[in-house]
């Protein structure tokens, strides 16, 4: 079966750190039996790096994987560092061939208050976003 690699892009709050390994936790619990295991790694800024999380797909057999990118936007990270990452670890594992997924991107409209007291607002999705009341 096909591994899946959760990319996150990283954080220096141990609490998002906790949040990201439980995410993958859950992801991995709910594929069972459908993809063949599920790790995930930062591009920077926090542990587990995205190297290990290969790492560890490739010691448990896995050459195929799906990389899915935990990104909020398609610029920078996940357009160039995380497929240069996922070019690093082919040829750090021979062998290994990965397809590329779609950014998370936002969901959902929302507002998150800032420490000032201000607000920013996401726009709402174009249509019904599955999954969500």
């Given amino acids: 079966m096909t591994g899946l690699v959760i990319v996150g892009h990283g954080t220096r709050s141990a609490a998002g750190v906790d949040q990201f390994a439980a995410f993958v936790e859950r992801v991995r619990r709910r594929a ?17 790096p995205l190297t290990d999380a290969v790492g560890d797909l490739v010691a448990r057999g896995h050459r195929s994987l799906v990389a899915l990118p935990l990104v909020l936007t398609a610029a920078g990270h996940g357009k160039g560092d995380i497929p240069a990452a996922l070019a690093r670890e082919r040829q750090r594992h021979p062998g290994l061939t990965y397809s590329y997924g779609r950014r998370s991107g936002r969901t959902r409209c929302c ?17 019904p976003v599955p999954g969500w009341p």
């Fill in 32 to 48: 069972a039996g459908t993809v063949g295991d599920v790790a995930g790694g930062f591009i920077e800024l926090s542990r587990p």
């Fill in 111 to 127: 507002t998150t208050p800032s420490p000032s007291g201000s607000t920013r607002r996401w726009p709402a999705p174009a249509g």
